[in-house]
């Protein structure tokens, strides 16, 4: 038995360990050593387009990296946070990598019907979740949760769950994440903090595949 979670672009994505009592969950041990090992699991979980999600977060969670299989997306800019595309999932999923220097953060923001996946490469960074604005009258964003993501760990959202704003709080340390988005998406929506205004905005690469895409 299965739960349903999203259907988009034809993806499903179930939770099978909550739900089935003799699901094999063998793959708890398995442990991509590589960027290219999570890779190479990412792409054979959707050769189908039904996605265990357990699975997902299992191999994320799971992943050990070096700087050294980091450093083609690694860019840092003074003015903003830089995000680069990994890998295209074939159109399924988008792998990135983003970079924040000392004090960057993003604006709170939705995903646009898509799952995502965090997980903390370097650093510390904090994640407050806030409940999506009721858009009848002028209110500041409701905080629902805020913890602290060190080196390793794993976060999960899509917009059932609610926003989030992802901030580097260091004043003297730089933040790398990696992230997973299923399906990719290229907008989402941002959310002021004091009056709950939306605005759409477009998402862009600093890099895709270790090319630069524009002039910097
Ligand atoms: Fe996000």
Redesign the pocket.
Same mark, same amino acid.
């Given at each position: 038995m299965t739960e349903t979670l999203n259907k988009s672009n034809e993806i499903q994505l179930i939770h099978k360990k909550s739900f089935d009592d003799n699901n094999n969950t063998s793959y708890l041990s398995i442990q991509p050593n590589s960027l290219d090992e999570l890779i190479e699991l990412l792409h054979n979980a959707f050769s189908t387009n039904e996605i265990d999600i357990d699975y997902i977060y299992t191999i994320m969670n799971n992943y050990k990296g070096t700087i050294n299989e980091w450093l083609p997306y690694i860019k840092f800019q003074s003015d903003h946070y830089t995000r680069s595309l990994v890998d295209n999932g074939n159109g399924k999923f988008n792998l990135m990598i983003l970079c924040w220097a000392e004090n960057q953060g993003?604006s709170i !923001?939705d !995903?646009t019907n898509s799952h #995502?996946f965090?997980k903390c490469l370097q650093g510390t960074l904090i994640e407050t979740r806030y409940a999506w604005p009721t858009f009848e009258k002028t209110e500041s964003m409701h905080i629902f949760n805020r913890v602290e993501l060190t080196e390793g760990q794993v976060t999960y $959202?899509n917009d059932s769950i609610g926003l !989030?704003r $992802?901030e580097n709080p260091s004043h003297t340390e730089k933040v790398i994440t990696l992230?997973l988005y299923i399906p990719p998406f290229d907008h #989402?929506n941002i959310f002021n903090e004091h009056t709950s205004c939306m605005n759409e905005i477009k998402m862009i690469f600093h890099s895709i595949r270790e090319q630069l895409t524009r002039n910097e």
């Open positions: 993003s !923001h !995903h #995502c965090l $959202i !989030h $992802i992230h #989402c």
